[in-house]
């Protein structure tokens, strides 16, 4: 009497079921699919290495009596890895996955016997060698501590980096927080931390990651199900790099799953590295308990780079383009450059085409030009935490007014105003901005655009308003 492969994978199941909670039961095996019984080994389907490394851990003894009982001693148990190379690939976790009818020209089969003739393996499931999760660390070797250059507005920051580097997990600096500025090398230091670690203990896997890219590998890994996945391949790194993690805020699904990943990591002795462009406290719609985790470890700031830094990045970059330049223009850049480091070697590349485009010499003359052309063009965006500031400066009330959920007029109208400009001048969303300026949802700042921009063609009182704002803002 021969067993359909599905009436003896529904056995092992009905006993295992018994035996874990059910919690467990539905992570770990409700997504299995039984594929196929030949003689006594039984084929099932996983979703991901690691998910078949997870049963190998933590349910080997389990399956192992499901199946003898089922099958008898000589009962194999044969893995099929769904998705194989999801996420050891660049893109780590999203993109590359193939459809799932497509799985099966990906399948990658693990035969793993129950009954293993060498005594010593504790994990008769254990295959040598297919523990080795690759996972490609995304970091951009051209950002290292070599070309950081140092200087006071970034000694802390770059010495704590250092100390993560020679020996992360293993200091008080977990998470180390990077905070400051647009422009001024956060993402260059959480990327030369990894390049170091890297270099230092090959071994060990690293991950750069965008906030942005982490909350889109999110949002896709709700979409096909398969957040568990999700979650656990990010539990499985040991140097977890977040850049921007402003981002996270008002998202509060990403930032309930990055709460149980950073967690795990943390008790696991991991390290956590994290950038962001505010301060802790400054962060807008994060979740408290992150927030008080963000402060476990160091919060280390980039400030502003004062002349001597200035001039010694300038003298690096001219070095590295082998390009030379008259000291005075040197200190000129240094001069008027002084708050974005971006800005800064944007205007000296600009500079160096310029000259060799037009074959003429690098004077003072051009580079006042190209100052002030580069200035202009690049005018910070301004922040929406900046704009409530403006707008309640200049209804002279306090930003938190401006935030309650009050519907006295000239406060709803202050705000709207504030959603307006947020709208106009930020690159931020309507969900965003909304979030930013005392929780509303998209569809109220979509409200206040087009009433302000109703009032404004109606009302003179209220376009001066706007037109006053408007000059605050720009100038
Ligand atoms: P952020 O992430 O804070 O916006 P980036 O890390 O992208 O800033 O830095 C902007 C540019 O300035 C990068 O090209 C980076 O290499 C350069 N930069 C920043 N800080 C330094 C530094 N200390 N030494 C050399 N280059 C720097
Ligand atoms: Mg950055």
Same mark, same amino acid.
């Given at each position: 009497?021969?067993?359909?492969?599905?009436?003896?994978?529904? %056995?092992?199941?009905?006993?295992?079921?018994?035996?874990?909670?059910?919690?467990?039961?539905?992570?770990?095996? /409700?997504? #299995?699919?039984?594929?196929?019984?030949?003689?006594?080994?039984?084929?099932?389907? @996983?979703?991901?290495?690691?998910?078949?490394?997870?049963?190998?851990?933590?349910?080997?003894?389990?399956?192992?009596?499901? &199946?003898?009982?089922?099958?008898?001693?000589?009962?194999?148990?044969?893995?099929?890895?769904?998705?194989?190379?999801?996420?050891?690939?660049?893109?780590?976790?999203?993109?590359?996955?193939?459809?799932?009818?497509?799985?099966?020209?990906?399948?990658?089969?693990?035969?793993?016997?129950?009954?293993?003739?060498?005594?010593?393996?504790?994990?008769?499931?254990?295959?040598?060698?297919?523990?080795?999760?690759? !996972?490609?660390?995304?970091?951009?070797?051209?950002? %290292?501590?070599?070309?950081?250059?140092?200087?006071?507005?970034?000694?802390?920051?770059?010495?704590?980096?250092?100390?993560?580097?020679?020996?992360?997990?293993?200091?008080?600096?977990?998470?180390?927080?990077?905070?400051?500025?647009?422009?001024?090398?956060?993402?260059?230091?959480? =990327?030369?931390?990894?390049?170091?670690?890297?270099?230092?203990?090959?071994?060990?896997?690293?991950?750069? $990651?965008?906030?942005?890219?982490?909350?889109?590998?999110?949002?896709?890994?709700?979409?096909?199900?398969?957040?568990?996945?999700?979650?656990?391949?990010?539990?499985?790194?040991?140097?977890?790099?977040?850049?921007?993690?402003?981002?996270?805020?008002?998202?509060?699904?990403?930032?309930?799953?990055?709460?149980?990943?950073?967690?795990?990591? =943390?008790?696991?002795?991991?390290?956590?590295?994290?950038?962001?462009?505010?301060?802790?406290?400054?962060?807008?719609? #994060?979740?408290?308990?992150?927030?008080?985790?963000?402060?476990?470890? &160091?919060?280390?700031?980039?400030?502003?780079?004062?002349?001597?830094?200035?001039?010694?990045?300038?003298? =690096?970059?001219?070095?590295?383009?082998?390009? /030379?330049?008259?000291?005075?223009?040197?200190?000129?850049?240094?001069?008027?450059?002084?708050?974005?480091?971006?800005?800064?070697?944007?205007?000296?590349?600009?500079?160096?085409?310029?000259?060799?485009?037009?074959?003429?010499?690098?004077?003072?003359?051009?580079?006042?030009?190209?100052?002030?052309?580069?200035?202009?063009?690049?005018?910070?965006?301004?922040?929406?935490?900046?704009?409530?500031?403006?707008?309640?400066?200049?209804?002279?009330?306090? @930003?938190?007014?401006?935030?309650?959920?009050?519907?006295?007029?000239? !406060?709803?109208?202050?705000?709207?105003?504030?959603?307006?400009?947020?709208?106009?001048?930020?690159?931020?969303?309507?969900?965003? $901005?909304?979030?930013?300026?005392?929780?509303?949802?998209?569809?109220?700042?979509?409200?206040?655009?087009?009433?302000?921009?109703? &009032?404004?063609?109606?009302?003179?009182?209220?376009?001066?308003?706007?037109?006053?704002?408007?000059?605050?803002?720009?100038?």
């Amino acid at each position: 009497m021969t067993k359909s492969a599905q009436a003896v994978w529904d %056995n092992c199941l009905s006993f295992i079921k018994d035996n874990i909670t059910p919690q467990a039961y539905k992570t770990w095996f /409700e997504p #299995i699919k039984v594929v196929k019984l030949t003689d006594a080994a039984l084929s099932i389907q @996983v979703p991901s290495k690691f998910f078949y490394e997870w049963l190998e851990e933590h349910y080997v003894q389990l399956l192992k009596v499901a &199946l003898h009982k089922e099958l008898g001693e000589s009962a194999k148990l044969v893995y099929v890895i769904k998705m194989e190379n999801t996420y050891g690939n660049s893109q780590p976790f999203t993109e590359k996955i193939p459809s799932a009818n497509r799985t099966s020209l990906k399948s990658q089969e693990v035969d793993a016997p129950l009954k293993n003739k060498n005594p010593e393996l504790k994990n008769p499931f254990v295959i040598p060698g297919i523990r080795n999760l690759q !996972i490609e660390s995304q970091l951009n070797p051209n950002y %290292n501590f070599d070309n950081f250059l140092e200087g006071d507005s970034n000694r802390l920051a770059r010495s704590a980096g250092m100390a993560v580097a020679n020996k992360p997990g293993g200091t008080s600096f977990n998470p180390l927080l990077i905070f400051g500025g647009v422009g001024l090398g956060k993402t260059h230091l959480a =990327h030369a931390i990894g390049v170091q670690i890297k270099d230092k203990y090959p071994e060990k896997t690293v991950l750069y $990651i965008s906030a942005e890219k982490f909350t889109q590998q999110y949002i896709e890994s709700v979409k096909k199900n398969n957040r568990n996945d999700f979650i656990h391949f990010y539990q499985v790194i040991d140097i977890l790099i977040v850049d921007d993690i402003q981002l996270l805020s008002g998202k509060a699904g990403t930032q309930d799953v990055f709460f149980h990943i950073f967690n795990h990591l =943390h008790q696991n002795g991991k390290q956590v590295i994290l950038t962001s462009d505010k301060a802790p406290v400054d962060m807008q719609d #994060i979740e408290q308990r992150l927030l008080s985790r963000f402060k476990w470890g &160091l919060s280390a700031e980039l400030q502003h780079p004062g002349f001597e830094t200035r001039i010694s990045i300038i003298k =690096h970059k001219l070095y590295q383009d082998g390009v /030379e330049m008259p000291e005075e223009i040197v200190e000129f850049l240094a001069n008027n450059i002084k708050t974005n480091i971006r800005e800064l070697e944007g205007a000296i590349i600009s500079l160096i085409a310029h000259s060799s485009f037009n074959k003429k010499e690098i004077t003072l003359d051009l580079a006042k030009k190209i100052v002030d052309n580069y200035v202009k063009h690049t005018k910070r965006e301004v922040s929406i935490d900046y704009i409530q500031k403006i707008v309640s400066d200049y209804f002279q009330m306090d @930003v938190d007014t401006l935030q309650s959920k009050t519907r006295k007029r000239h !406060i709803v109208q202050a705000r709207q105003l504030a959603m307006f400009f947020a709208k106009k001048l930020t690159k931020a969303s309507l969900a965003s $901005i909304g979030s930013q300026i005392g929780q509303r949802d998209h569809a109220t700042v979509l409200h206040a655009c087009k009433t302000v921009d109703n &009032l404004a063609s109606t009302d003179k009182q209220f376009r001066k308003y706007v037109e006053d704002l408007n000059k605050k803002l720009t100038v």
